[in-house]
């Protein structure tokens, strides 16, 4: 399951970041100027790969791969969410996603996950 914070208390914190004045409306986390919460994500498929992903609502996004409505994760259920990292800038996340999916970017995330994979 997946839980995101849904307390004036930012993702973004966790990783050292400020976010001011951060609000849930339906569901999603809006920060300052009503612009959403850009997710990047890593989920491990029942084959043991890795899948990286995009959203602003991680929620949603999630449920959609748990229900088989993602044609690139619907065969390789059950899932599981190993990893998100939180953005307010989607061209931010879009560059994050770009590197995670190259090689290096894979290394990265196999030694950044090396105790959750076994």
């Known amino acids: 399951m997946v839980e995101l914070l849904d307390t004036q208390d930012s993702p973004c914190t966790t990783l050292g970041a400020w976010c001011p004045a951060l609000h849930v409306v339906q569901g999603k986390i809006v920060c300052h100027k009503n612009k959403y919460m850009h997710y990047v994500y890593i989920l491990l498929l029942s084959n043991k790969q890795l899948y990286t992903g995009r959203t602003d609502d991680l929620r949603r996004r999630?449920?959609?791969?748990?229900?088989?409505?993602?044609?690139?994760?619907?065969?390789?259920?059950?899932?599981?969410?190993?990893f998100y990292e939180t953005f307010l800038s989607k061209e931010d996340a879009i560059r994050r996603e770009r590197y995670l999916k190259t090689s290096k970017g894979k290394s990265t995330l196999k030694m950044m996950l090396r105790d959750s994979l076994k």
């Open 62 to 82: 999630f449920q959609e791969h748990k229900d088989g409505k993602v044609a690139a994760t619907r065969y390789r259920r059950p899932l599981k969410l190993v």
